[in-house]
């Protein structure tokens, strides 16, 4: 019943920016943790950060420094800000809500339908 709505992928230039929003239809997504996971042209999906309900946050050493991840629960949504972009960071991106902010994708109850990011040299 909850629908996740990934958003702003694009295509960026290596070292810039992009910020990528995920909206939830549920009422209750103030209680629950958010993730953002990759998956790269022939590789498996990634975990890429985290967001608790508190907004404490984890990240993948991948994307530590350079990536940002938030929330507004008044406005039912997670941000995954992109700095320092990498052509290895070029991906489809997904969201995920579930109980915990952990790197396991099987601990998520709900997923959105990914956005693109693609990152030239």
């Known amino acids: 019943q909850v629908q996740l709505v990934e958003s702003g992928g694009a295509m960026a230039q290596a070292g810039g920016s992009l910020r990528l929003s995920c909206a939830s239809s549920?009422?209750?997504?103030?209680?629950?943790?958010m993730g953002w996971f990759r998956r790269a042209p022939g590789k498996e999906r990634e975990f890429v950060a985290a967001?608790?309900?508190?907004?404490?946050?984890t990240y993948a050493d991948s994307v530590r420094g350079r990536f940002t991840i938030s929330r507004d629960n008044a406005k039912n949504t997670v941000y995954l800000q992109m700095s320092s972009l990498r052509p290895e960071d070029t991906a489809v991106y997904y969201c995920?809500?579930?109980?915990?902010?952990?790197?396991?994708?099987?601990?998520?109850?709900?997923w959105g339908q990914g956005t693109q990011v693609t990152v030239s040299s």
């Open positions: 995920a809500q579930g109980p915990y902010a952990t790197p396991r994708p099987a601990a998520y109850d709900y």
């Open positions: 549920g009422r209750t997504f103030v209680q629950y943790s």
């Open positions: 967001i608790q309900r508190s907004g404490e946050s």
